[in-house]
């Protein structure tokens, strides 16, 4: 067995690094665009006589100058001041599933083969990469029981936002749109399962926990009406908390003529375990940059694959990728699409880094993914709540979580006054991601969610009960401490939180900045 | 099934360790926590996938087997343009972008991700600078939706819910746009281009415009390549209806064109893309939207917004989100549209081939755009039975090409420029068919003069 390391010593890259544009200097730069040839600007001229006067640009854009080595510092520092999941224990960004991102994916990524293709290349030029959209797809319908999968989406509420538009195109074509206006959810099921069908022009229910962790039957019967337009829900929520009731619910939404969207975030526990299809939903989608090992890249590019059964094919986006036995092709003849949610066939990089992730798993572990997933967290929870007898797990006492948890702070805030956000802030000095809370609003006092998936090793679930059971100490000893931590991070607690709600504080850019604060 | 002795990415797979904490646990296997699970709602069998390729090596190989199958624009010369567009990325981009610590970071909070948002507020920063605007997003999916973005922003800001995209709009996007604002601007009106110029039909846009209209969009350069020499014209009119001006624009072309602020644009939009990323089959693209610094405005963006602030630390800089309720992390339903894993990483890339360029570079990269295409139009226009370039007016990087005096469609030409490793145009005739057999070409700073008089010669030879 490794060392269970604290790391006590821990102290994060801290550059003090100037805004960049403190580090220009007039007349350099980083690098040289390629000059046309002497010939091909005799042969039309000058550029700005190209172009009528009054549209040509008279002031130089106010960017940086700099030389190249001082470009790539000041971004390697920046990147040193940047916890990526790759580089430590991330267990803490719970519900988001931050597992290891292979190195090897990076340089498929880029290889000429997918990086120098554009998307409106001739098809038989792109056989090679429509055959991995359409393998990659086959493996989604078996792991979800859905007939057809679309790759465009860019993240996961994207593709709930895709699914909403397929559920206000269906209720169009019956003749209920305006009459059917109102989607059923519940709490601690992901805001976007909210948002997105609201922007799509949808009412939102959003139903409160029962004891079980998840609403109860009643509610569900209560809410739902000849108004109901489908459902958008997680299963487990936020809590890991498997809902028995699943498919009771969906029959239930059916019944009333509405259509059923799984958000299926939480997929990491469940592959080869339950299907969409098996607890009868007509939708799904899978976050591809959680359970298919792709990076999240600081917020994206990700993959929201979404998957629908057959009465839903016909309202995808075009164009969908087929094949017809010998020849890969794109569909754009599709005439009761929605359109289109993104252009051209969405985040292919994203998707070939996802074919590697689960060719290297294969068969043979895709399964255990979810197995080691499972037992990481139920691990991870005993330990905890043996150690820290501060720590709580609301709801649903005695049933396993299957892949997360959403712990409570209560005790210790009562005790010490020291809440999650600060403890959260602390565990930075271990070395540690700062660990996810809770979407707004906390039903949970003083929640924090915590996700130890499959590329965690036990070593590094001890080191994390280890670190929050001396920051509990810490806490007990001196409030204050925790309450201002962090200390050994990139940079400190911010001292004026009003100043980013407040428009003649906040300063989204530098040029915003010097107007407000340095009165250029 | 082969198994190993544990699997690379999944380290408690190793039987023994595996073991231990189910014995710690308390249980058998996994099978006692999934047993909770209502035997009808489980799945039975196995999973029909392939079998694993467990060494790195192997994997790499089976990989570059199938992209051999594509043919790619290092191996082909490409003039294909319209949305996603071959441009250069330097090493330092690309080293950054790969960093493992910008790479697989997500939402961790300003002092641990300090750098995340630095280089966030950075790229934001230096949009602005080339925009001319105060207030930038991290970026969307794409330019489709943001612009999309853009009609939903002005609509929740005017009131209103029409909305006029103008003049040559890529069909794509208008695609995009049409699904993201359908629930607040049902009513999306088309005003039509100028056949000649390739302008937009001002006669149409003031025909259309009424105090009912939230939000004019018109893009500049357009879909065409030609650079819209109205901006100020269309402004001034949308604004004396009330209405808001959103621009997308191609932020490659601001080193020698006028940002649309300087024309009257309330929002700008566009694509990170043609700042360095690679195209990826069109992976690489990422949405921007920009707006002066109106509170009007700030108020109505549902992307995360990356303030500069201060820490306890006297001189510190720190970093936090603006007016975090606006989003759907914090209000849900109730939130500005939505917001979630969008193209982060595609900004930060952006922000550092900015920073590689400085002003000088952007106006170099410019120039050398406008100068090919001219030289590229005027040399193809020499064929016989070729009008090139179709439209009038000035272009940027892309212009149409039409070729229905040579008897041939352009799919059949570009099916042709095979055999001579290129990539013709993008096929016009099914997005506009007024335009009869016209293609759009593309050509950035990528092209030789070589590469375009080959073209040349191609197309001579084929449509002889």
Redesign the interface.
Same mark, same amino acid.
């Given at each position: 067995m490794g060392i269970v390391k604290v790391r006590k010593n821990f102290h994060?890259a801290r550059w003090?690094?100037p /805004? /960049?544009?403190e580090l220009s200097t007039p007349g350099?730069?980083?690098? %040289?665009?390629?000059?046309?040839?002497k010939?091909?600007?005799e042969? %039309?001229g000058d550029?700005?006589k190209?172009?009528?006067s009054?549209?040509?640009?008279?002031t130089?854009?106010?960017?940086?100058?700099?030389d190249?080595k001082s470009?790539?510092a000041?971004?390697?520092?920046?990147?040193?001041?940047?916890?990526?999941?790759?580089?430590c224990n991330d267990i803490s960004?719970g519900t988001?599933t *931050?597992?290891?991102?292979?190195r090897?994916n990076?340089? /498929?990524?880029?290889?000429?083969?997918?990086?120098?293709?554009?998307?409106?290349?001739?098809e038989?030029?792109?056989?090679?990469?429509l055959?991995?959209y359409y393998?990659f797809e086959?493996?989604l319908k !078996?792991?979800s +029981?859905m007939d057809k999968f679309l790759l465009h989406?860019?993240?996961?509420?994207?593709a709930?936002?895709t699914a909403a538009?397929i559920m206000?195109a269906y209720h169009i074509e019956h003749g209920n749109w305006g009459k059917k206006d109102e989607i059923i959810s519940a709490a601690f099921t992901h805001?976007?399962d909210?948002?997105?069908?609201?922007?799509? +022009?949808f009412?939102?229910i959003?139903l409160p926990p029962g004891p079980d962790g998840y609403p109860p039957l009643e509610a569900f019967e209560e809410a739902i009406s000849e108004r109901t337009a489908g459902l958008f829900i997680t299963n487990p929520e936020d809590t890991g908390i498997?809902n028995?009731n699943?498919?009771k619910i969906v029959k239930m939404v059916h019944d009333a003529g509405g259509l059923c969207f799984y958000d299926q975030a939480n997929a990491n526990v469940l592959? +080869?375990?339950?299907?969409a299809r098996?607890?009868g939903f007509d939708m799904c989608h899978f976050?591809i940059?959680k359970t298919f090992?792709t990076?999240?890249?600081? @917020?994206?590019?990700?993959l929201?694959a979404l998957g629908v059964r057959e009465h839903l094919i016909k309202y995808l986006?075009v164009p969908t990728v087929e094949y017809d036995g010998s020849k890969y092709y794109l569909d754009y003849n599709r005439p009761q699409s929605? +359109?289109?949610?993104?252009?051209?066939?969405?985040?292919?990089?994203?998707? /070939?880094r996802a074919?590697?992730w689960? *060719?290297? %798993?294969?068969?043979?572990?895709?399964?255990? %993914? @979810?197995?080691?997933s499972?037992?990481?967290h139920?691990?991870l929870q005993?330990?905890l709540l043996e150690r820290i007898p501060e720590l709580e797990v609301p709801y649903a006492e005695g049933?396993?979580r299957?892949e997360e948890a959403r712990y409570s702070w209560r005790k210790l805030t009562e005790e010490t006054g020291v809440g999650t956000d600060d403890v *959260?802030?602390r565990i930075?000095d271990y070395g540690i991601?700062?660990y996810?809370s809770s979407?707004?609003p906390w039903v949970v006092p003083e929640p924090m969610t915590l996700e130890p998936c !499959?590329?965690?090793?036990?070593e590094d679930l001890d080191e994390y009960v280890e670190a929050l059971a001396q920051i509990v100490e810490e806490a007990k000893k001196d409030p204050e401490f925790v309450k201002?931590a962090?200390y050994k991070?990139?940079?400190?607690?911010?001292?004026?939180?009003a100043?980013?709600?407040d428009?003649n504080?906040?300063?989204?850019?530098?040029?915003?900045?010097l107007?407000k604060h340095k009165k250029a | 099934m082969t198994k190993l002795s544990s699997h690379p990415y999944i380290p408690n797979s190793a039987r023994e360790i595996k073991e231990q904490m189910l014995k710690e646990i308390g249980i058998n296997n996994a099978e006692d926590i999934f047993g909770q699970i209502p035997e009808h709602l489980r799945f039975k069998g196995e999973l029909k996938i392939p079998n694993g390729i467990f060494s790195e090596y192997q994997l790499l190989r089976h990989i570059k087997g199938l992209l051999d199958k594509n043919k790619n624009c290092e191996e082909y010369i490409s003039f294909l343009g319209g949305g996603c567009w071959q441009h250069y990325t330097p090493a330092v981009v690309k080293t950054i972008m790969q960093r493992d610590e910008f790479l697989t970071a997500y939402v961790g909070e300003a002092f641990a991700d300090h750098g995340k948002f630095q280089a966030q507020f950075e790229y934001a920063s230096m949009l602005g600078e080339l925009l001319e605007m105060d207030a930038v997003n991290t970026p969307t999916y794409d330019w489709g939706i943001a612009a999309g973005t853009t009609v939903r922003m002005s609509a929740r800001i005017t009131g209103r819910s029409e909305a006029l995209i103008c003049g040559a709009v890529s069909p794509e996007r208008l695609a995009c746009i049409k699904t993201f604002a359908f629930s607040t601007v049902p009513d999306i009106q088309l005003v039509g281009f100028d056949p000649d110029t390739g302008l937009i039909d001002i006669d149409d846009l003031k025909r259309k415009m009424s105090d009912k209209v939230a939000c004019v969009y018109f893009e500049n350069p357009n879909f065409f390549g030609v650079i819209e020499t109205q901006g100020e014209e269309i402004a001034k009119l949308a604004h004396e209806y009330g209405a808001i001006v959103s621009v997308g624009v191609d932020p490659i072309s601001l080193g020698v064109l006028e940002p649309p602020a300087r024309y009257g644009a309330d929002i700008a939009c566009g694509d990170v893309q043609p700042l360095g990323i690679p195209m990826g089959f069109g992976g690489g693209l990422g949405g921007f939207i920009a707006t002066h610094d109106d509170p009007k405005f700030v108020a109505e963006f549902p992307s995360l917004l990356f303030g500069l602030t201060t820490t306890v630390e006297s001189g510190e800089y720190g970093f936090g989100e603006v007016l975090f309720e606006r989003t759907s992390y914090a209000s849900r339903d109730k939130a500005k549209d939505f917001l979630g894993t969008m193209a982060q990483l595609h900004g930060i890339g952006a922000g550092v081939y900015m920073a590689l360029l400085g002003p000088q570079g952007m106006q170099e990269i410019g120039e050398g755009c406008l100068q090919r295409a001219a030289y590229a139009a005027k040399v193809l226009g020499q064929i016989k039975g070729i009008k090139s370039p179709h439209f009038k007016g000035a272009h940027f990087k892309e212009f149409v090409v039409n070729f229905d005096e040579t008897g041939k469609t352009v799919k059949e030409i570009n099916k042709k420029l095979l055999d001579y490793k290129v990539f013709g145009g993008y096929d016009l005739s099914q997005g506009f068919p007024q335009l009869g057999q016209s293609a759009l070409y593309c050509v950035t700073e990528v092209h030789t003069k070589q590469d375009i008089d080959n073209l040349a010669r191609a197309l001579t030879e084929i449509v002889a």
């Open positions: 994060q003090d690094e /805004i /960049i544009f350099l730069r980083g690098v %040289v665009p390629p000059p046309p040839e010939e091909l600007q042969a %039309v550029a700005e190209l172009i009528p009054s549209i040509r640009r008279k130089p854009p106010g960017l940086p100058e700099l190249q470009v790539l000041h971004y390697l520092h920046l990147a040193q001041e940047t916890l990526g999941a790759n580089l960004e988001c *931050m597992k290891y991102n292979p090897i990076e340089e /498929i990524a880029y290889l000429p083969g997918i990086a120098a293709l554009h998307p409106w290349q001739d038989d030029t792109i056989q090679g990469i055959q991995i393998e086959q493996i !078996e792991v +029981g989406p860019q993240g996961g509420a994207h709930v936002f538009c206000r805001p976007c909210h948002a997105s069908p609201a922007t799509a +022009g009412k939102l959003i498997y028995l699943i498919d592959l +080869g375990i339950a299907r098996e607890a976050n940059h090992g990076p999240h890249g600081c @917020s994206g590019p990700g929201g986006p929605i +359109g289109k949610v993104r252009q051209f066939v969405g985040p292919a990089t994203v998707l /070939i074919y590697a689960v *060719m290297a %798993v294969g068969k043979e572990y895709l399964r255990e %993914v @979810s197995e080691i499972t037992i990481n139920n691990y005993k330990k049933r396993f299957l *959260m802030r930075g991601q700062h996810w979407h707004h !499959e590329t965690y090793r036990k201002n962090p991070c990139a940079s400190h607690k911010r001292d004026d939180e100043s980013l709600d428009p504080k906040w300063a989204l850019t530098w040029r915003a900045y107007k | -």
